[in-house]
């Protein structure tokens, strides 16, 4: 039967591929994807037509077959969701492999202790949770573009992950054994890092300056200390993210990543000390410092004139805002700073900020300058237990929320405009004396019981 090409037999129940599918010659696709009840492969499989072999979800696949000799034309292996343990060093026989997919091999235990497969361009082995040891790269193998080693055991990436000069797409995420990475990463074609969730990491490499072209950098959830100041070398860099590293103490006294478009610091409590932002950090759209340990957001945050998106809840030793704000492309401002007690003045108008959350810090005044804001959508002031002023009249037209619910030192209510038809006010548990005849302005306001509960 030198003539058949394509052979489906998945989701079937049978136990046994017989060695005779050697004589298939001509075999190009061989399926036996979802084969439950499948236990046994031919001892060695050499069908030199061979292009794609499917054994994705064969669960009772224990053994890996032996390559015994050359088989160029095997592009696309998967071997997803079986109970194999090891796989062979006669792997290195698929000269042409392109794609070898070994996710969910809970049962893996051991690769070839070298790779040298110069055709392969896709290697995942996500969730082979026991895989410890990644093999060493032998030679350059420029064709290899994504490497999956996320939820493995594995302890350590070699120095010759370096001879992967192809390679795009690096995922180590939730390696929770993983302790040691090279000193420096010089990958000039990497794209992708993601470290994140491996939480016995305590050193970040370094990145050499030729690694303009990584876009995606993922270290939350690690133990690392510091992040380097060759940081700033990764000119491509888009995102960042060091999220909930509790044991981070150190950034860049400055950072100058000119394409930089999401930093996250959430949750690294050990942070006291805010990066300064040079003017070249135009791009930078979304910035998280909550939860963090910072004192104080330097004046240089007004350099980030792309910025639309600040958080700094949580971060209870803040004490100091810039003077004055004047970021133009700002939609939305968090704050919850229990030590904060002055808001910053907004010097001219800022019309893209939409929503400003001031709610639980020791603001004593919001200062007139808030109808600056002539595009905000939404003010919270809520539990602000020092609040005392705010301003004499309010008259942002596209205001629709006012919340001053707990603001309990708060006993005169501002005047509304006429303009302010579409404002939801919440005046709960303040101790506002009176409400101005002009609350009548406020057209589509509904009026409920609670709103004025003191």
């Known amino acids: 039967m030198e003539k058949l090409e394509d052979l489906w037999l998945s989701v079937t129940a049978i136990k046994e591929v017989p060695s005779s599918i050697n004589n298939l010659t001509g075999l190009r696709k061989l399926y036996l994807t979802g084969c439950k009840e499948l236990e ?13 072999l499917s054994l994705l979800g064969c669960s009772k696949i224990d053994k890996f077959p032996e390559i015994s000799e050359e088989m160029v034309k095997l592009e696309d292996f998967w071997l997803n969701d079986t109970t194999i343990k090891e796989v062979l060093s006669s792997i290195n026989n698929l000269t042409g492999l392109r794609k070898l997919y070994l996710n969910g091999c809970k049962e893996m235990e051991r690769l070839p202790s070298i790779i040298h497969i110069k055709s392969l361009q896709q290697l995942s082995l996500l969730g082979c949770s026991k895989i410890d040891k990644f093999p060493q790269i032998s030679e350059a193998m420029e064709k290899l573009e994504d490497l999956v080693l996320s939820e493995t055991a594995i302890k350590e990436v070699p120095s010759s992950i370096n001879n992967l000069t192809g390679l795009r797409k690096l995922y180590l995420a939730d390696c929770k054994e993983l302790e040691r990475l090279p000193s420096t990463i010089d990958i000039k074609s990497l794209q992708q890092l993601s470290l994140r969730g491996c939480s016995k990491l305590k050193k970040c490499p370094e990145f050499s300056e030729e690694m303009g072209k990584l876009e995606d950098l993922w270290l939350n959830v690690t133990a690392i200390k510091e992040v380097p100041s060759s940081i700033n070398n990764l000119t491509g860099l888009r995102k960042l993210y060091v999220a909930n590293c509790k044991e981070l103490e150190r950034l860049p006294s400055t950072i100058h990543i000119k394409s930089l478009k999401q930093l996250s610091l959430l949750g690294c409590s050990k942070i006291d000390k805010c990066p300064k932002f040079s003017e070249e950090m135009e ?9 963090t340990a910072i004192k104080e957001v330097p004046s240089s945050i007004n350099n980030l004139i792309g910025l639309r998106k600040l958080y700094l809840k949580g971060c209870k030793e803040m004490e ?10 700002l939609q939305q401002l968090s704050l ?3 030590k904060i007690d002055k808001f910053p003045q907004i010097s001219e108008e800022m019309e893209k900020l939409e929503d400003l959350v001031l709610s639980e810090t020791a603001i004593k005044e ?9 595009g905000l959508r939404k003010l919270y002031l809520a539990g602000c237990k020092e609040l005392e002023r705010l301003p004499r009249n309010i008259n942002i037209k596209s205001l629709q929320l006012l919340c001053l619910g707990g603001s309990s030192k708060l006993k005169k209510c501002p005047e509304f ?35 004025f509960k003191n």
């Open 40 to 52: 046994r492969l031919p001892g060695t499989i050499h069908i030199k037509s061979l292009q794609h």
């Open 283 to 291: 791009k930078l759209e979304h910035l998280s410092l909550c939860v």
């Open 320 to 329: 100091r805002l810039p003077s004055i704000i004047h970021i133009k492309s």
């Open 336 to 338: 919850g700073c229990s």
């Open 366 to 374: 919001v200062p007139s300058s808030i109808n600056n804001l002539t």
């Open 417 to 451: 405009s006429e303009e302010m038809e579409k404002l939801d006010l919440w005046l709960s548990v303040t101790a506002i004396k009176e409400v101005p005849s002009s609350i009548n302005n406020l057209t589509g306001l509904p009026l409920s019981a609670w709103m």
